[in-house]
């Protein structure tokens, strides 16, 4: 007995080429592989359908054509997201795994439904990014989404959206709903489902962005601004405040700091940098540049020493920064009640936790510090990236010319390549911030 869905499938009509057939709005290719047996495959336009019959039956002659996977495209991309373990040697992060479960949910699955993984061709990957970045269809497609968790949730379905309904993604947006499926294909590859990645070569929108100097710039607090923002905030969370400032840290990696990761005491205290909490989840850093150790000034150390005194959790496991039950602090949280009413008070109401990350670099650069200790200091995984941050806040004079007489008769060390010799690097500068 058939199945109903065999039962009412439309039939196959031919078409003037031999081998294609033309299936409701889709068409099929017949051919027989080294073994005899008819195989098909589906396309979607009568064109690819000729090139796709042309490749089989190259593919049959030389004696390459694979039968291939019969998988689904759902239901292997949805079994490898929760086997994935990266391609690198730092491994694949939980959080990021979370993502790409949900963008392959809510792009890649519904639009290649039933599809097989081996019938997914380069074609099909350039009509799912044009349906990506259809502003129109992602309305649509949105709305259809919102309507699907309505039922399961058992609540009301939201009304239809307008007929102009848009929801334009950006560039970076499409990339990422393409990005599991690249790796879902390179992984299938590897694990001989399919003979090539159809994502390999793929072009991505790139459009151009109009950004106004505010938007496109580095943004810092002046020091007046800094000076009472530390003055204006709550008692509880100044402490922090002034670490993010005296030591350029994420607000992410502030919160997940230990007392274990500050050393107080000896002459050269520091925080050292070792993770980060993300999603309220503590992730080492991304790469080794991450991993840091950051001086500070004996002021702040002070400050520390007797906030630990005073801590209901001072073992070097529980947190420098925790919540009133001990717990994680949460970054949107301290944002909307610290900072928001703080910055708005100093007339800096576009600053963000960034900002306090930006000023120390600004305040390292007025000082003097090279970029290669800055882009350490910052965690950051090249200098050039350093430069390209903040270069534009650095002084773009040339400077003063080299008097090369006086500078040879003065005495001054100067380095060479064959002793190996030069000047040596000043101590660490520290400064009161509050001051």
Request: charged residues 30%; hydrophobic residues 35%; glycine residues 6%.
């Amino acid at each position: 007995m058939q199945s109903k869905s065999r039962k009412n499938a439309a039939p196959m009509e031919k078409t003037k080429t031999p081998g294609i057939y033309k299936r409701g709005r889709r068409y099929v290719v017949t051919f027989l592989d080294g073994d005899g047996n008819q195989r098909k495959q589906a396309a979607r336009t009568f064109a690819e359908a000729r090139k796709l019959k042309a490749a089989r039956t190259a593919d049959v002659a030389r004696g390459e054509f694979d039968v291939g996977s019969q998988d689904l495209f759902r239901d292997y991309s949805l079994a490898w997201i929760e086997r994935y373990t990266g391609t690198g040697r730092r491994g694949f992060r939980e959080t990021t795994r979370e993502d790409y479960r949900r963008l392959l949910q809510e792009f890649a699955v519904p639009f290649f439904k039933r599809r097989k993984l081996s019938e997914i061709t380069p074609s099909d990957i350039a009509s799912f990014i044009a349906w990506v970045a259809d502003a129109e269809a992602q309305a649509k497609h949105a709305h259809q989404q919102a309507v699907a968790r309505a039922r399961e949730e058992g609540k009301r379905p939201p009304p239809p959206p307008a007929a102009d309904a848009r929801r334009e993604l950006t560039d970076s947006s499409i990339r990422n709903a393409l990005n599991p499926v690249r790796s879902c294909f390179a992984t299938a590859v590897r694990e001989g489902k399919v003979r090539h990645n159809p994502t390999v070569g793929a072009a991505l929108p790139h459009r151009e962005r109009i950004e106004d100097a505010d938007g496109a710039e580095v943004r810092t607090f002046t020091r007046e601004q800094l000076a009472t923002l530390l003055d204006v905030v709550h008692p509880q969370h100044r402490t922090m405040l002034r670490l993010l400032a005296a030591t350029g840290l994420r607000v992410s990696e502030v919160i997940a700091l230990q007392w274990r990761h500050l050393r107080l005491e000896g002459s050269e205290p520091c925080v050292r940098v070792r993770r980060a909490l993300v999603r309220g989840r503590p992730h080492p850093p991304k790469s080794k540049y991450g991993k840091r150790e950051v001086p500070l000034d004996p002021a702040l150390v002070s400050e520390l020493r007797q906030r630990r005194k005073g801590s209901e959790w001072p073992g070097d496991e529980d947190l420098v920064f925790p919540s009133l039950a001990g717990t994680a602090l949460q970054p949107e949280n301290l944002r909307r009640r610290v900072l928001r009413p703080a910055v708005e008070e100093v007339g800096a109401p576009w600053a963000s936790f960034h900002a306090f990350r930006h000023t120390f670099a600004a305040m390292h650069i007025a000082r003097g510090t090279n970029v290669m200790q800055l882009s350490r200091l910052l965690g950051h995984h090249s200098a050039a990236f350093t430069l390209e941050i903040y270069g534009h806040i650095m002084d773009a004079d040339v400077g003063e010319p080299i008097a090369l007489a006086t500078e040879l008769e003065s005495g001054n060390e100067v380095a060479t390549e064959a002793t190996g010799t030069g000047p040596t690097e000043p101590e660490w500068p520290t400064a009161d911030l509050a001051a």
